[in-house]
């Protein structure tokens, strides 16, 4: 029965597994972080909040799918920061961290001047948080006045910027860590999170959401979600932006020894897995949770630990990284490797869609007749395309040659 | 309709046909399949595990509730439980194969359970190591106490074991969850009868006992010739089947009397043992017959001919051997009992000889009289003990009792699952938290 320790350590905080639920509307207010923890997650970024200075004025509805239902692909929102600001989120923080002192209460903040920074995190560190979120990545209106930047833009998209309010928040942070979560829209990410590292952070989230339009409304031509004829550019989430943050993580991982704390697209154990091998030691997940609530944690916990058993590894720790050997330029895979597919005739169900997908897209080496898929092995180059089309997990497998 | 063609062969789905029925699944919110599961199987909890890749958690998650997860996924009516509770039924979608699915993911769980260690454990006697039986071995084994299982039969399971077809549930389908359960180190003693004495000794060895002895025995009807040759004990036959013995209808025309469970299955072993002819006859109309839907169009799909209304009045022998039975037609009166509708002899209709070589009546099961009226129990006039509702508990003294024995006749799952009950509700008084 699963009873591996999903124990880790993230920026010298003790977590009971990696699972954290991240900055987010499934953290903006403690009745609900609390059911949260009370499920098994094992703390909580609490929403980003602000200075009281600031407007935070949110249109609704702010919330738009991709294929929207039980197989959402990606989640746009135009969401903004909490409605609570600091000094409520502070005690909402100190209510929490008292009723679970077992877990991570984090608190994001995010100011728009130096003087708001360092106000900010100074409150955040004395009501006891146990890490501190740097939120310069959120695609919707984040600036710094008097420093040359537009409104809209991210701070995390310079690293000049990075650098300065990471030192910023870390002087007014103390002895509490600093976690600066960073945007994927950006050239180089490794340059932005060097910069976090020069600036004195502690850690790095990523990734933050990727700005998007997710589709247009046809009959007013306005980006959805339409809010009275009109839409803006948001933040996509969700099962969609895995590739992405793994991509950012295992950069990142590469490049600094900062700890990460993976996030974007973890639904099951299998995409936390997957972050931890290429670096992350902590995850968040948001999106899952909107749409399947607290309850996958179970699921998630559950997963990880009877694969940690199985393969033997102490804890979430022992396999942070062993991925990234793995991952090698294109010139660096083997080229001499010959592959096949091979359909299984007794699990086939006859849909044609393999051989109308190597036909069109591919090779034309998938023959269709008596509603039977036939491989020609030698016009076969082993692309794979077939696999990805076939809606029977496991007919189709690429074999040597 | 897959699945059911599934569920009646007693097949295993393929992986990948599997994860794409399991895909269909939405993980509802209160989910109204694991309501109706009388277990209280987490349904889209091992959904989602299977879907993750996460083959072990999701039988682990099974069996928690249902220790004959496999037995009950292929032998339950899913069609009236779990999946008729489907919610895509609310959108003419056809359920997900929630049984099918259960029994695959137990077939792939590997582990079987270490009990809990009790400081102070408590040692109990299972008499009967059927689904109740087995249901309250195995909680009172996690909770760490001692359990001794006694039956009659030399197998575990009961009549599951005995009497389902090995068509709709092979032999190796049941082993693999017993096998499961083996780990448990329950001490088994097969072949144990009980009379007052042998359960006086074991009340005297035990801390507590518990009775799941079920309906064993065969309602009887007096025929007259029933004791000629050519009439078959129901019981006997189809364990013969399931064995993979002749059970000696091949070419024969045979006769079921009965509309139940046990009757269907008769009528469709008969049928596929080569019998020439199957005929049942039931003496109500189709709307009374107990039997379930999904059996009775398997049996009409194998040719079982089906008579309603007819009562068989006496068997016509020669040389002592079956030849013919004597058929009464019945009609419906108005009068409702048990919930059903009564019939009459129609006397406006002739009594009609039917020709047949063997005849199989099923009439139903009972409760067991001779031992159980010895002992110091207070009985309800069919012989069931009265337990109070909450505890479980008979008339004496820590002593239990659950399953058909108590509550008559029942699916798999909800004696496993009473029996289950029963044994929390013992762990509860022997540790001295509850009564």
């Given at each position: 029965?699963?009873?591996?320790?999903?124990?880790?350590?993230?920026?010298?905080?003790?977590?009971?597994?990696?699972?954290?639920?991240?900055?987010?509307?499934?953290t903006?207010h403690?009745?609900?972080?609390?059911?949260?923890?009370?499920?098994?997650?094992?703390?909580?970024?609490?929403?980003?909040?602000?200075?009281?200075?600031?407007?935070?004025?949110i249109?609704?509805?702010?919330?738009?799918?991709?294929e929207?239902?039980?197989?959402?692909?990606?989640?746009?929102?135009?969401?903004?920061l909490?409605?609570?600001?600091?000094?409520?989120?502070?005690?909402?923080?100190?209510?929490?961290?008292?009723?679970?002192?077992?877990?991570?209460i984090?608190?994001?903040v995010?100011?728009?001047?130096?003087?708001?920074?360092?106000?900010?995190?100074?409150?955040?560190s004395?009501?006891?948080?146990?890490?501190?979120?740097a939120?310069?990545?959120?695609?919707q209106?984040?600036?710094?006045?008097g420093?040359?930047?537009s409104?809209?833009?991210?701070?995390?998209q310079?690293a000049?910027?990075?650098?300065?309010?990471?030192?910023?928040?870390?002087?007014?942070?103390?002895?509490?860590?600093?976690?600066?979560?960073?945007?994927?829209?950006?050239?180089?990410i490794?340059?932005?999170?060097q910069?976090?590292k020069?600036?004195?952070?502690?850690?790095?989230?990523?990734?933050?959401?990727?700005?998007?339009i997710?589709?247009?409304?046809?009959?007013?031509?306005?980006?959805?979600?339409?809010?009275?004829?009109?839409?803006?550019?948001?933040?996509?989430?969700?099962k969609?932006?895995?590739?992405?943050?793994?991509?950012?993580i295992?950069?990142?991982?590469?490049?600094?020894?900062?700890p990460?704390?993976?996030v974007?697209?973890?639904y099951?154990?299998q995409?936390?897995?997957?972050?931890?091998?290429?670096?992350?030691?902590?995850?968040?997940?948001?999106?899952?949770?909107?749409?399947?609530?607290?309850?996958?944690?179970?699921?998630?916990?559950?997963?990880?630990?009877?694969?940690?058993?199985?393969?033997?590894?102490?804890?979430?720790?022992?396999?942070?990284?062993?991925?990234?050997?793995?991952l090698?330029?294109?010139e660096?895979?083997?080229h001499?490797?010959?592959?096949?597919a091979?359909?299984?005739?007794?699990?086939?169900?006859?849909?044609?869609?393999?051989?109308?997908a190597?036909?069109?897209?591919?090779?034309?080496?998938?023959?269709?007749?008596?509603?039977?898929a036939?491989?020609?092995?030698?016009?076969c180059?082993?692309?794979?395309?077939?696999?990805?089309?076939?809606?029977?997990p496991?007919?189709?497998?690429?074999?040597?040659? | 309709?897959?699945h059911?063609?599934q569920?009646?062969?007693?097949?295993?789905?393929?992986?990948?046909?599997?994860?794409?029925s399991?895909?269909?699944?939405?993980?509802?919110?209160?989910a109204?399949?694991?309501?109706?599961?009388?277990?209280?199987?987490?349904v889209?909890g091992?959904?989602?595990?299977f879907?993750?890749?996460?083959?072990?958690?999701?039988?682990?998650?099974?069996?928690?509730?249902?220790?004959?997860g496999v037995?009950?996924g292929?032998?339950?009516?899913?069609?009236?439980?779990c999946?008729?509770?489907?919610?895509?039924?609310?959108?003419?979608?056809?359920a997900?194969?929630?049984?099918?699915?259960?029994?695959?993911?137990?077939?792939?769980?590997?582990?079987?359970?270490?009990?809990?260690?009790?400081?102070?454990?408590?040692?109990?006697?299972?008499?009967?190591?059927?689904?109740?039986?087995?249901?309250?071995?195995?909680?009172l084994?996690?909770?760490?106490?001692?359990?001794d299982l006694?039956d009659?039969?030399q197998k575990?399971?009961?009549?599951?074991?005995?009497?389902?077809?090995?068509?709709?549930?092979?032999?190796a389908?049941?082993?693999?969850?017993?096998?499961?359960l083996?780990?448990?180190d329950?001490?088994?003693?097969?072949?144990?009868?009980?009379?007052?004495q042998?359960?006086?000794?074991l009340?005297?060895?035990?801390?507590?006992?518990?009775?799941?002895?079920?309906?064993g025995?065969?309602?009887?009807?007096?025929?007259p010739g029933?004791?000629?040759?050519?009439?078959?004990d129901?019981?006997?036959?189809?364990?013969?089947?399931?064995?993979?013995?002749?059970?000696g209808?091949?070419?024969?025309?045979?006769?079921?009397?009965?509309g139940g469970?046990?009757?269907?299955?008769?009528?469709v072993?008969?049928?596929r043992?080569?019998a020439?002819?199957?005929?049942?006859?039931?003496?109500?109309?189709?709307?009374?017959?107990?039997?379930?839907?999904?059996?009775?169009?398997e049996?009409?799909?194998?040719?079982?001919?089906?008579?309603?209304l007819?009562?068989?009045?006496?068997?016509?022998?020669d040389?002592?051997?079956?030849?013919?039975?004597?058929?009464?037609?019945m009609?419906?009166?108005g009068?409702?009992?048990?919930?059903?509708?009564?019939?009459?002899?129609?006397?406006d209709?002739?009594?009609?000889?039917?020709?047949?070589?063997?005849?199989i009546?099923?009439?139903?099961q009972v409760?067991?009289?001779?031992?159980?009226?010895?002992?110091?129990?207070?009985?309800?006039s069919?012989?069931?003990?009265?337990?109070?509702?909450?505890?479980?508990?008979?008339?004496?003294?820590?002593?239990?009792?659950?399953?058909?024995?108590?509550?008559?006749?029942?699916?798999?799952?909800?004696s496993l699952h009473?029996?289950?009950?029963?044994?929390?509700?013992?762990?509860?008084?022997?540790?001295?938290?509850?009564?």
């Amino acid at each position: 029965m699963a009873a591996t320790n999903l124990q880790v350590s993230f920026c010298g905080i003790r977590l009971l597994n990696p699972f954290l639920l991240a900055s987010s509307p499934v953290t903006d207010h403690q009745d609900m972080v609390a059911r949260g923890l009370d499920a098994g997650w094992a703390g909580a970024v609490l929403k980003t909040t602000t200075h009281p200075d600031e407007e935070n004025s949110i249109a609704y509805p702010m919330m738009a799918g991709l294929e929207p239902g039980s197989h959402l692909v990606g989640l746009h929102n135009t969401d903004l920061l909490s409605d609570h600001y600091i000094d409520e989120m502070c005690t909402q923080a100190i209510w929490l961290k008292d009723r679970f002192p077992e877990c991570c209460i984090a608190l994001s903040v995010m100011g728009t001047t130096r003087a708001q920074w360092e106000e900010l995190v100074q409150k955040a560190s004395q009501a006891g948080a146990d890490l501190i979120e740097a939120s310069i990545s959120c695609p919707q209106g984040s600036m710094v006045e008097g420093d040359g930047t537009s409104y809209g833009s991210m701070i995390s998209q310079d690293a000049r910027l990075t650098e300065k309010v990471t030192r910023w928040a870390k002087e007014a942070a103390g002895k509490t860590p600093l976690v600066v979560k960073l945007s994927p829209g950006v050239t180089d990410i490794v340059e932005i999170a060097q910069a976090v590292k020069a600036g004195g952070g502690d850690g790095i989230c990523a990734i933050d959401s990727i700005e998007g339009i997710v589709g247009l409304d046809p009959r007013s031509y306005a980006p959805l979600p339409v809010v009275g004829g009109f839409g803006t550019r948001g933040g996509y989430t969700g099962k969609a932006v895995k590739p992405v943050g793994l991509r950012c993580i295992a950069d990142i991982a590469a490049a600094t020894d900062l700890p990460l704390s993976g996030v974007g697209g973890i639904y099951n154990w299998q995409d936390a897995l997957e972050y931890l091998l290429l670096g992350a030691t902590s995850l968040q997940v948001c999106t899952a949770v909107m749409q399947q609530g607290f309850g996958i944690i179970s699921a998630l916990t559950d997963g990880l630990s009877r694969w940690l058993e199985e393969h033997e590894y102490p804890d979430p720790m022992a396999i942070r990284g062993l991925g990234l050997k793995q991952l090698v330029v294109h010139e660096a895979l083997p080229h001499e490797i010959r592959v096949v597919a091979l359909i299984d005739d007794e699990v086939c169900i006859g849909c044609g869609l393999c051989h109308v997908a190597c036909r069109d897209g591919a090779h034309q080496a998938i023959v269709f007749a008596d509603r039977l898929a036939k491989v020609d092995r030698e016009a076969c180059v082993g692309c794979g395309l077939c696999q990805q089309v076939c809606p029977v997990p496991g007919c189709i497998q690429m074999v040597n040659a | 309709m897959i699945h059911e063609k599934q569920r009646i062969t007693g097949e295993m789905m393929h992986q990948g046909h599997a994860l794409m029925s399991a895909g269909r699944c939405l993980g509802c919110h209160d989910a109204p399949c694991s309501r109706a599961c009388p277990a209280g199987v987490d349904v889209p909890g091992f959904i989602r595990r299977f879907l993750d890749g996460n083959l072990q958690g999701a039988g682990a998650l099974v069996y928690a509730n249902c220790p004959l997860g496999v037995t009950c996924g292929m032998a339950c009516p899913t069609e009236m439980l779990c999946e008729g509770a489907c919610v895509l039924h609310q959108a003419r979608q056809p359920a997900v194969p929630i049984g099918a699915l259960q029994a695959f993911v137990c077939m792939q769980y590997k582990d079987g359970e270490p009990p809990e260690g009790l400081e102070k454990a408590a040692r109990v006697a299972v008499i009967g190591a059927g689904p109740a039986g087995l249901g309250c071995g195995v909680v009172l084994r996690r909770h760490g106490h001692h359990v001794d299982l006694y039956d009659r039969q030399q197998k575990l399971a009961g009549l599951v074991d005995r009497v389902i077809p090995a068509y709709r549930l092979p032999q190796a389908l049941v082993t693999h969850d017993l096998d499961r359960l083996s780990s448990l180190d329950m001490k088994f003693t097969p072949g144990k009868s009980i009379d007052q004495q042998a359960f006086d000794k074991l009340r005297a060895a035990h801390d507590a006992i518990f009775l799941g002895t079920g309906m064993g025995a065969l309602q009887t009807a007096e025929i007259p010739g029933q004791s000629a040759e050519g009439v078959l004990d129901v019981f006997s036959f189809l364990e013969k089947a399931r064995a993979g013995q002749s059970p000696g209808v091949k070419d024969r025309i045979v006769i079921i009397i009965g509309g139940g469970n046990v009757a269907l299955d008769a009528a469709v072993v008969a049928k596929r043992n080569g019998a020439r002819e199957v005929i049942v006859l039931y003496r109500r109309s189709r709307d009374e017959m107990p039997g379930w839907q999904a059996e009775y169009l398997e049996a009409s799909r194998l040719g079982v001919e089906f008579r309603w209304l007819s009562t068989v009045i006496s068997i016509v022998q020669d040389g002592g051997k079956v030849r013919a039975v004597l058929v009464q037609k019945m009609r419906l009166i108005g009068d409702m009992r048990d919930g059903r509708r009564w019939v009459e002899p129609d006397g406006d209709q002739p009594v009609i000889q039917l020709p047949c070589e063997v005849i199989i009546p099923a009439l139903g099961q009972v409760v067991e009289r001779d031992w159980l009226a010895e002992l110091d129990l207070k009985l309800t006039s069919s012989g069931s003990p009265i337990v109070d509702t909450d505890t479980w508990q008979t008339s004496l003294p820590l002593v239990f009792a659950a399953g058909e024995l108590v509550s008559g006749g029942s699916t798999i799952v909800n004696s496993l699952h009473q029996g289950m009950l029963a044994g929390e509700s013992m762990h509860a008084i022997l540790v001295g938290k509850g009564g």
